[in-house]
């Protein structure tokens, strides 16, 4: 099982006040395979820190799901245009295993901000590598080819691999099941 404190700790440190203040006013709740952490059309309030299970980003249009990320434990993540403009996501967030996460409300992470200049480093860290993160996977799906984008799913998610089923791969590779079969047996 991951530990919060130890993420803050390893990814930007906080005072012991500060991390104290944090830890007392989150909330630890276990999700079902299949429930929503988040359903499109509500407001991201949190930032998500998986303990143990695995999540996904998708949104729906057409009866079509598009996958943007999965999230496994030891990671905080968001719906981040939600949560900092404190709009509907078109976005949700469902488990995709039984999923334990920690939250940290919007207004814990604003009070905290304000008061405290190493909150406010970790939240200026976690959106510049969110940032990042999403940059890549535009970039990989408008200049990759399928087989470019599974290799490197690949190398960056071996982990998590086996405990993704191969539809939701495909839909995160942009690609119909069949053709994320092919590229698996030219592997």
């Known amino acids: 099982m991951a530990d919060l404190n130890q993420y803050f700790m390893e990814f930007s440190p906080l005072e012991e006040e500060v991390l104290a203040i944090l830890l007392q006013s989150t909330i630890t709740r276990t999700f079902d395979k299949g429930d ?18 695995l999540a996904k980003s998708f949104f729906s ?5 598009f996958i943007m990320r999965f999230f496994s434990e030891g990671r905080v993540f968001s719906i981040f245009d939600s949560f900092l403009n404190r ?12 999923t334990t996460v920690t939250l ?5 992470m604003e009070d905290l901000c304000k ?12 959106v510049s590598v969110a940032t990042t ?21 690949i190398a960056e998610n071996n982990q ?7 539809g939701d791969l495909a839909k995160y590779l942009g690609i119909t099941q069949q053709s994320l079969s092919r590229i698996r047996t030219t592997r």
Not at 36 to 48: F, I, R, S
Request: aromatic share 12%; charged share 30%.
């Open 36 to 53: 929503y952490l988040l359903q499109a059309g509500n407001t991201c309030k949190y930032l998500y820190f998986i303990n143990e299970g």
């Open 61 to 65: 249009r057409e009866d079509k799901e």
């Open 87 to 98: 709009q509907p996501s078109r976005y949700a967030l469902v488990a995709l295993e039984q």
């Open 104 to 108: 940290i409300h919007v207004d814990t």
């Open 115 to 126: 008061r405290y200049h190493s909150m406010e480093t970790f939240f200026r860290k976690l």
């Open 133 to 153: 993160r999403m940059m890549r996977r535009i970039s990989e799906m408008l200049e990759d080819n399928a087989t470019e984008r599974y290799n490197q799913f």
């Open 160 to 166: 998590i691999l086996q405990r993704i089923s191969l």
